[in-house]
């Protein structure tokens, strides 16, 4: 059973939503692929900068978590927390600890998804705190990322203290159009 990391409640304009977030196992990660998948894709198809370009179908969306995270997850190098509302996965994030050996007091933030029909309610802020507080835990000090720059998720991460390292343009293509969007590199200092 995945291990249960919290269940906040966030206030969602004059509701409360149940979250509960968890931090998946190697051995959960097969029940748990299909749901994941099918928040990867709604997310590729909405426009999210993960990686991925249009075309994007589900057999690829699968690939990624059966053959790009569960060998990190099974390694031990790599951490994978989910989110759920009413029972149902909205969100995730990774945590990347797979470093070299004169820089094992840092880690990556990656692929912070939050479902299209789920954003701006908590979730991504939730996951990253949830992620950082297992960063301490594993011992590490400083979290970097990167993300396309003038993404939703820019000033979220402004918000939680990241700071920005650098801009790279043209960095990567965008996943529904013909161009290449700068990225920002940012990191945080944990304390």
Known sequence: MAQTLAHPTTPVRNRRLDMQLDKLRPEDLPRETEALAELLHACVHA??????VLPFAMPEARAFWNGEVAPGLAAGTRHLIVARVSGKL???VQLDLDTPPNQRHRCEASKLLVHP???RQGVGRKLMVALERVAKGEGRTLITLDTRRGDAAEPLYR????EVAGIIPGYAKAPDAERLDDTIYMYKQLD
């Open 47 to 52: 426009g999210a900068s993960v990686s991925f």
């Open 90 to 92: 909205v969100g995730t």
């Open 117 to 119: 029909k789920a954003r």
């Open 159 to 162: 918000g939680l203290g990241y």
